[in-house]
């Protein structure tokens, strides 16, 4: 792991993780060493990839999800403990800082979304957008690529849920707005806490937890139904936030809540332990030792089923704090069931098939 004393600003990760899969990994012993600063705020790199296949099958039984679609691989947003920072290792790069900084662009997501839907064998699924990286990160701005997938999803009438911390999505309103005329879409937004110090901090790229908040309020009232994910739940951090959180999302028009509690696996550890140590190192070992309390005395566990929620009496506590304010704020709300009946095949997709 090749870390700085120097605090990026703007960044998540503060280190360049070593790569497992890389048969040789750059190392920097000493700053001093080299005439150029490697561990420095870069602009964005991107990357282009045509991919064979856009559609990713979900075989965990626990993420809520069959199916989903990332258009983008890394993501600018920099939050520091992304459990989709692993993932960007298959291709190369450091979970570290390359994750937010080297971006591989799937340009030809859309194209390939209405291959699968062109197929006989395809039977509407809900299709999750940003299982794993943020769909609606800053360069989605200038690519749309998410947009286009929006648009052969409504085309098809084949039903979407979206999670996102960007309010980017409000630029997709008109499609969305026609989706859940349908029931063809739900929005849920990432909210960890209301501070925003935190915020800055945690999750460095992202839209403030105010312009979420004020995006789920807009969408509800154009008819979209808006949820929220409250998590990670870090404790000894933001564990007491949930409850306001959930508070002010139903307030602002949410329907529905979730959450997970945080775990460090593989390389995610390190960043996160940096991380800590460079931004609260007074309460370092006691965040430390309580994530481990929700995973048996270790930082991750990896058991389907009790990974998300964690175990103990402290995964107890969080799981009740969280309950008490579901039934208090959201106990009223009524959220629309899917319709898997608007599907069809367009004329032009049979004439595709040809």
Same mark, same amino acid.
């Given at each position: 792991?090749?870390?700085?004393?120097?605090?990026?600003?703007?960044?998540?990760?503060?280190?360049l993780?070593?790569?497992p899969?890389?048969?040789?990994?750059y190392?920097?012993?000493?700053v001093?060493?080299?005439?150029?600063?490697w561990?420095s705020?870069?602009?964005t790199?991107e990357f282009?990839?045509?991919p064979k296949?856009?559609?990713?099958?979900v075989?965990?039984?626990?993420v809520?999800?069959m199916?989903s679609?990332?258009?983008?691989?890394?993501?600018?947003?920099?939050?520091?403990?992304?459990?989709a920072?692993?993932?960007?290792?298959?291709?190369g790069?450091?979970?570290?800082?390359?994750?937010e900084?080297k971006i591989?662009?799937?340009?030809?997501a859309?194209e390939?979304l209405?291959?699968v839907?062109?197929k006989d064998?395809?039977?509407p699924?809900?299709?999750s957008?940003?299982?794993?990286?943020?769909?609606y990160?800053p360069?989605?701005?200038?690519?749309?690529?998410t947009?286009s997938?929006?648009e052969?999803? @409504?085309?098809?009438?084949n039903?979407?849920?979206?999670?996102?911390?960007?309010s980017l999505v409000?630029r997709?309103?008109?499609?969305?707005q026609? @989706?859940?005329?349908?029931?063809?879409?739900?929005v @849920?937004f990432?909210?960890?806490s209301?501070?925003?110090?935190?915020?800055?901090?945690?999750?460095p790229?992202?839209?403030?937890?105010?312009?979420?908040?004020?995006?789920i309020?807009?969408?509800?009232l154009?008819?979209i139904p808006c949820?929220? @994910?409250a998590?990670p739940v870090?404790?000894?951090?933001?564990n007491y936030?949930t409850?306001?959180?959930?508070k002010?999302?139903?307030a602002?028009?949410?329907?529905?809540?979730g959450?997970t509690?945080l775990?460090?696996?593989?390389s995610i550890k390190d960043?996160?332990e940096d991380?800590?140590?460079?931004n609260?190192p007074?309460?370092?070992?006691?965040?430390?030792?309580q994530?481990?309390?929700?995973?048996?005395?270790k930082?991750?566990?990896?058991?389907w089923g009790?990974?998300?929620?964690?175990?103990g009496?402290?995964?107890?506590?969080i799981?009740q704090?969280?309950a008490?304010?579901?039934?208090?704020?959201?106990?009223?709300?009524?959220?629309?069931?899917?319709?898997y009946?608007?599907?069809?095949?367009?004329?032009?997709?049979?004439?595709?098939?040809?």
């Amino acid at each position: 792991m090749i870390s700085s004393n120097l605090y990026i600003k703007g960044r998540g990760a503060q280190v360049l993780t070593a790569n497992p899969f890389n048969s040789q990994n750059y190392v920097q012993e000493h700053v001093e060493g080299l005439d150029e600063d490697w561990i420095s705020d870069k602009l964005t790199k991107e990357f282009f990839e045509s991919p064979k296949s856009i559609l990713n099958k979900v075989d965990s039984p626990d993420v809520g999800m069959m199916y989903s679609i990332n258009p983008y691989q890394g993501c600018e947003h920099g939050c520091v403990y992304c459990y989709a920072r692993n993932s960007h290792q298959y291709w190369g790069f450091s979970a570290g800082l390359d994750f937010e900084t080297k971006i591989v662009i799937k340009r030809n997501a859309a194209e390939l979304l209405r291959k699968v839907f062109d197929k006989d064998k395809w039977q509407p699924q809900v299709i999750s957008f940003s299982g794993n990286t943020d769909c609606y990160q800053p360069l989605e701005r200038k690519y749309k690529i998410t947009r286009s997938l929006i648009e052969v999803c @409504m085309e098809y009438g084949n039903p979407i849920g979206i999670l996102t911390k960007n309010s980017l999505v409000y630029r997709d309103a008109d499609l969305l707005q026609e @989706m859940a005329k349908k029931n063809l879409v739900r929005v @849920m937004f990432t909210i960890t806490s209301l501070r925003e110090d935190l915020r800055l901090k945690l999750e460095p790229r992202t839209a403030t937890y105010k312009a979420r908040l004020k995006t789920i309020e807009k969408l509800t009232l154009m008819g979209i139904p808006c949820g929220i @994910m409250a998590g990670p739940v870090i404790p000894g951090l933001n564990n007491y936030d949930t409850p306001q959180v959930i508070k002010a999302a139903a307030a602002h028009g949410a329907l529905f809540a979730g959450y997970t509690v945080l775990r460090l696996n593989s390389s995610i550890k390190d960043i996160f332990e940096d991380w800590l140590e460079k931004n609260y190192p007074d309460s370092r070992q006691k965040i430390i030792s309580q994530i481990k309390q929700l995973h048996g005395g270790k930082v991750n566990d990896s058991e389907w089923g009790r990974r998300m929620k964690g175990d103990g009496k402290l995964a107890e506590s969080i799981h009740q704090l969280i309950a008490q304010a579901k039934k208090k704020y959201l106990k009223d709300c009524i959220i629309p069931e899917y319709n898997y009946s608007a599907f069809k095949r367009t004329d032009n997709g049979q004439l595709r098939m040809f």
